[in-house]
């Protein structure tokens, strides 16, 4: 079985601030739906849209505040259509198929 890497990317914000974002890196030699979903994922992490229309919900500046000072990591979801390799459900069963995990 083959293990994906995660990778780290600092993306700066609209309004100035910066944020670390944790994806996964795309490998090369993963079937084409894992790389899609990854490449779709990467997408969303820059803040753009995902081809099916997806897009990340940043928190407001005022809950980044409040998450710095108290020393908390953020998450965002990003809710993708039922039928966009991105979605969990695909990107799984595209690990799986592959012969790759997370
Ligand atoms: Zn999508």
Do not use: F
């Not at 500046?61 to 993708?80: D, F």
């Not at 390799?85 to 595209?94: E, G, K, S, W, Y």
């Amino acid at each position: 079985m083959k293990q994906l890497r995660q990778s780290y990317t600092v993306e700066t914000l609209q309004d100035g601030t910066r944020a670390l974002v944790v994806g996964w890196e795309v490998p090369e030699d993963a079937p084409l739906a894992v790389r899609e979903g990854l490449a779709r994922r990467a997408i969303t992490n820059s803040g753009r849209p995902c081809p099916c229309g997806a897009v990340a919900t940043l928190p407001s500046r005022a809950e980044r505040r409040r998450a710095n000072r108290a020393g908390v990591v953020l998450r965002r979801a990003v809710l993708h259509e039922d039928d966009c390799p991105a979605a969990d459900d695909n990107l799984a069963q595209a690990l799986v198929d592959g012969g790759w995990s997370a």
